[in-house]
């Protein structure tokens, strides 16, 4: 089955610079690359997503690239801000989307030093 | 907003007793899951749920029977309850044909003495 692989398990930077957060998987049909972001002592929420039709995708200051020849994905923050620290999580859909099911790597801690 | 809660939302159960989580969701998503959190695991699926009366395995689903009696409504039941069942769980619903945004719960944190 999919298996998920965050590269990184913490991340520090400085308030102001950019931060990235890599992720490969192993599921060449995989067609769907969420990023969801779990604050200190919080639940998770969605925040940026990607699917395989395209390979680079931005909202406000959050990137997302797709490189799909190499299986990788990755969030890019850039301008980082204090309320930028959290878990976050990536996570991959599997074959055919299979029926709602995701695959989340085992997440990163990013730490935003002013 | 979508809306998913959780009950308990902390609870110590004994080794070999039966524990109940409970899902209850107001997004009328069809979709709903079960995962669990363990420090350096992310998350795992461990059951869910496309059709009310209607339950699927996840990737971890021994030790563990999911039930779900109404669209909105989605439990975890663990008949056996043992220390390696210690973690935080959290549910979760989409909407997974319109749209494939999970909408999670705050979470049930469940230790087993």
């Known amino acids: 089955g999919e298996k998920v692989e965050q590269h990184e398990s913490t991340l520090s930077v400085r308030e102001g610079d950019s931060a990235v957060i890599n992720c490969t998987y192993t599921d060449t049909a995989s067609s769907y690359f969420p990023w969801y972001k779990q604050e200190a002592g919080k639940s998770l929420h969605f925040v940026i997503d990607i699917r395989s039709n395209v390979d680079r995708k931005q909202s406000q200051r959050l990137i997302v690239l797709l490189d799909k020849k190499a299986k990788r994905f990755s969030l890019h923050i850039t301008a980082t801000q204090p309320e930028d620290s959290a878990i976050y999580f990536c996570a991959a859909s599997g074959m055919n989307y299979n029926q709602g099911k995701l695959i989340f790597g085992q997440g990163t801690k990013l730490s935003i030093k002013p | 907003e979508a809306a998913v809660t959780q009950s308990p939302r902390s609870k110590v159960a004994v080794t070999g007793g039966k524990v109940t989580l409970s899902c209850h969701q107001t997004?009328?998503?069809?979709?709903m899951y079960w995962y669990r959190q363990d420090t350096g695991h992310g998350l795992r699926l461990i059951h869910y749920s496309y059709v009310a009366d209607s339950t699927e395995k996840g990737d971890i689903p021994d030790g563990y029977k999911a039930s779900r009696p109404s669209q909105e409504n989605f439990s975890l039941i663990l008949e056996l309850a043992s220390l390696s069942q210690t973690a935080v769980y959290f549910c979760?619903?989409?909407?997974?044909?319109?749209?494939?945004?999970?909408?999670f719960g705050p979470g049930t944190r469940l230790t087993v003495l």
């Open positions: 979760a619903s989409s909407d997974w044909d319109s749209s494939y945004e999970q909408y």
């Open positions: 997004n009328n998503h069809d979709y």
